[in-house]
T-cell receptor, first 119, second 114 residues
Framework: NAGVMQNPRHLVRRRGQEARLRCSPM?????VYWYRQLPEEGLKFMVY????????ESGMPKERFSAEFPKEGPSILRIQQVVRGDSAAYFC?????????????????FGDGTRLSIL | AQKITQTQPGMFVQEKEAVTLDCTYD???????LFWYKQPSSGEMIFLIY??????QNATEGRYSLNFQKARKSANLVISASQLGDSAMYFC???????????FGKGTRLHILP
């Protein structure tokens, strides 16, 4: 998993606070994906971004959640006014290009995740 | 409908035995990719193996092989000569040609017994 860097590894917030999760993709990768994993569940897609563009946000909750991938710097997943149900592991993945052409034997590479706990 | 189905929530296997983890998928796309990821207790997601829908040969990576049966829409993971370090959650996943996201199954928790 070397290459996709997520921080912090663990984040504790109280209800009503904001959580900001960061993801730096692998070198040379311009596509970033965020996933959420609830306890004992698989990962669920949230949002797909390229630099300065949101391509697909079909998995994002309608309220309180936002994501960005600026021209410079990491991608940020932001959760405002957190609630207990936001407690989960949030994974970021990156890939070099879009679609299956960019896959071959190079899947999306995942970071180690951020474990968000809401008190 | 579930896109990825893993019917074994948990498995216990004796060390050194071979293991087959089941996965079936559902797609109407002609072109798609299938993946297996391992998630140990430390939580990271480790890519194991990839199979493209047009690949004629079953994918292999060391002790991992993917038993791809396209007509049955099945992509089982086979781990040969299991080791204690193989104890983990295993996720089957799919990416369709028309889409960018990876869809994950619910996972199988594998326990290797000494």
């Amino acid at each position: 998993n070397a290459g996709v860097m997520q921080n912090p590894r663990h984040l504790v917030r109280r209800r009503g606070q904001e959580a900001r999760l960061r993801c730096s993709p692998m070198k040379g990768h311009s596509h970033v994906y965020w996933y959420r994993q609830l306890p004992e569940e698989g990962l669920k897609f949230m949002v797909y971004l390229q630099k300065e563009n949101i391509i697909d946000e079909s998995g994002m909750p309608k309220e309180r959640f936002s994501a960005e991938f600026p021209k410079e710097g990491p991608s940020i997943l932001r959760i405002q006014q957190v609630v207990r149900g936001d407690s989960a592991a949030y994974f970021c993945a990156s890939s070099p290009s879009r679609g299956l052409e960019g896959l071959g034997n190079q899947p999306q590479h995942f970071g180690d995740g951020t474990r968000l706990s809401i008190l | 409908a579930q896109k990825i189905t893993q019917t074994q929530p948990g498995m216990f296997v004796q060390e050194k035995e071979a293991v087959t983890l089941d996965c079936t998928y559902d797609t109407s796309d002609q072109s798609y990719g299938l993946f297996w990821y391992k998630q140990p207790s430390s939580g990271e997601m480790i890519f194991l193996i990839y199979q493209g829908s047009y690949d004629e040969q079953n994918a292999t990576e060391g002790r991992y092989s993917l038993n791809f049966q396209k007509a049955r829409k099945s992509a089982n993971l086979v781990i040969s000569a299991s080791q204690l370090g193989d104890s983990a959650m295993y996720f089957c996943a799919m990416r369709e040609q028309r889409d960018d996201k990876i869809i994950f199954g619910k996972g199988t928790r594998l326990h290797i017994l000494p």
